[in-house]
């Protein structure tokens, strides 16, 4: 069975940092591309950050700079590194695992439950 648990949310001032982790199990983790996603109250989750299976990061523009992803396969586990928070970073944080598979048109994919992460003025 795929499980991935996000932990590492709390609140934190701003301009504080948080490290979230996901660790993941039941897939050959090295072989998923992850990434990191976010919804806020009140709106559509969106995809913050994301890492291939070899190492290409990807970033969206209001975290460039502020935010690293990063991920070690041997304890198969992928980090989001949060610095310099501001209360628009307040939303539920989701990590997401997907592989493209021959037998399949859709790609594997499966998602954690979220960790809160919440930024005060």
């Known amino acids: 069975q795929v499980q991935l648990v996000e932990s590492g949310g709390d609140l934190v001032q701003l301009g504080g940092s948080l490290r979230l982790s996901c660790a993941t199990s039941g897939l050959r983790f090295p072989l998923y591309d992850m990434s990191w996603h976010r919804q806020a109250p009140g709106k559509e989750r969106e995809l913050v950050a994301s890492i291939t299976s070899g190492g290409k990061t990807d970033y969206i523009d209001s975290v460039k700079g502020r935010f690293t992803i990063s991920r070690d396969n041997a304890k198969d586990t992928v980090f989001l590194q949060m610095n310099s928070l501001n209360p628009e970073d307040t939303a539920i944080y989701y990590c997401?695992?997907?592989?493209?598979?021959?037998?399949?048109?859709?790609?594997?994919?499966?998602w954690g439950q979220g960790t809160q992460v919440t930024v005060s003025p």
């Open positions: 997401k695992a997907e592989r493209l598979v021959s037998w399949r048109t859709e790609p594997l994919n499966f």
